[in-house]
Nanobody, 115 residues
Framework: QVQLVESGGGLVQPGGSLRLSCVAS????????MGWYRQAPGKQRELVAT???????NYSDSVKGRFTIARDNAKNMVYLQMNSLKPEDTAVYYC?????????WGKGTLVTVSS
């Protein structure tokens, strides 16, 4: 089992920045890819960014160039630095961790981009 806890969400003005953090606990040795997903009201959950254990990254086109995912294996953490935020980035952001057999989710943290 892997437990994930996100933090860092909040209200930010358009053009602003936020940094999300996610700490993993439990069977962390089995984690391969970690990532961030988001779900806006009335929409399906979508990929934001992923990072492999070897730090290979993947971003959705909508955040490429604005968001940066990073991972600290020693601290069992994954981060999402979000710059140049737009109102359409408003969503609940979920941390995800994958093993060879399972996919685990945190409870999410709300990011609201509004003036």
């Amino acid at each position: 089992q892997v437990q994930l806890v996100e933090s860092g969400g909040g209200l930010v003005q358009p053009g602003g920045s936020l940094r999300l953090s996610c700490v993993a606990s439990g069977s962390i040795f089995s984690i391969t890819t970690m990532g961030w997903y988001r779900q806006a009201p009335g929409k399906q959950r979508e990929l934001v960014a992923t990072i492999s254990r070897g730090s290979e990254t993947n971003y959705s086109d909508s955040v490429k160039g604005r968001f940066t995912i990073a991972r600290d294996n020693a601290k069992n953490m994954v981060y999402l630095q979000m710059n140049s935020l737009k109102p359409e980035d408003t969503a609940v952001y979920y941390c995800n961790a994958r093993t060879s057999r399972m996919s685990y989710w945190g409870k999410g943290t709300l990011v609201t981009v509004s003036s």
